[in-house]
């Protein structure tokens, strides 16, 4: 959506506000995004409103999103609502001008008078959605031998408990452990 500045760079009104409904970006079939695999049963949210205080304006971006995703450990879907709030100083070209290339994704950018709103609305969705998703915080996942639930319960395969690459470690509990024994022995 492209909101149109042009009322308040006038100076004919402090408070422009908005609210509209916006697609999910696309990539959730690419596997090296951060939304792969992700669901949106509807359109993201955008809302909020640009400020101008004597020439200084002020862009407040509000997200909201539903979505569907896979456990990060059991791969159970999970349903979510997430907020995200961006904020960022509105600048016209002319004020841009001979600024380090580096400050210029600090601002959002008039251009001939419209505010382009969609594309932070987006880049504020994919730097800020979680990397992973988990149905609850104690998520067991899934058994690497049989891929039994294991939040479901314990699976009846017959596996090794311990990592492999543990194993150094287990010996030194043992050998700590027969110590202990000994100890309380005497």
């Known amino acids: 959506m492209k909101l149109d500045l042009r009322a308040l760079l006038a100076g004919e009104c402090r408070t ?8 999910p970006p696309d ?5 090296g995004s951060i939304l792969y695999g992700v669901r949106f049963p509807s359109p993201m949210e955008a809302s909020g409103e640009v400020v101008n205080s004597a020439g200084y304006m002020r862009l407040r971006l509000d997200l909201s999103l539903d979505f569907v995703a896979p ?10 609502t997430e907020r995200f709030t961006l904020e960022k100083t509105v600048a016209t070209p ?4 001979g600024l380090d290339e580096n400050k210029i994704d600090e ?11 969609d594309e932070p609305a987006r880049s504020l969705l994919l730097s800020e959605f979680p990397s992973r998703v988990l149905c609850r915080e104690d998520c067991r ?3 690497p031998v049989c891929g039994k639930d ?3 319960g314990p699976c009846s395969c017959e596996r090794n408990e311990t990592d492999p690459r543990l194993s150094p470690l287990a010996a030194v ?10 100890k309380n022995e005497k």
């Open 16 to 23: 422009l506000r908005f609210r509209y409904p916006l697609d």
């Open 27 to 31: 990539g959730t079939d690419d596997p």
């Open 71 to 80: 456990c990060a450990r059991c791969l159970a879907d999970v349903s979510r």
């Open 94 to 97: 002319e004020m841009l001008d």
């Open 107 to 117: 601002f959002a950018v008039v251009e001939d008078g419209f505010l382009d709103l």
């Open 141 to 143: 996942g899934l058994c």
């Open 150 to 152: 294991l939040n479901e």
């Open 173 to 182: 509990l043992e050998r700590l452990r027969k110590e202990e024994k000994a």
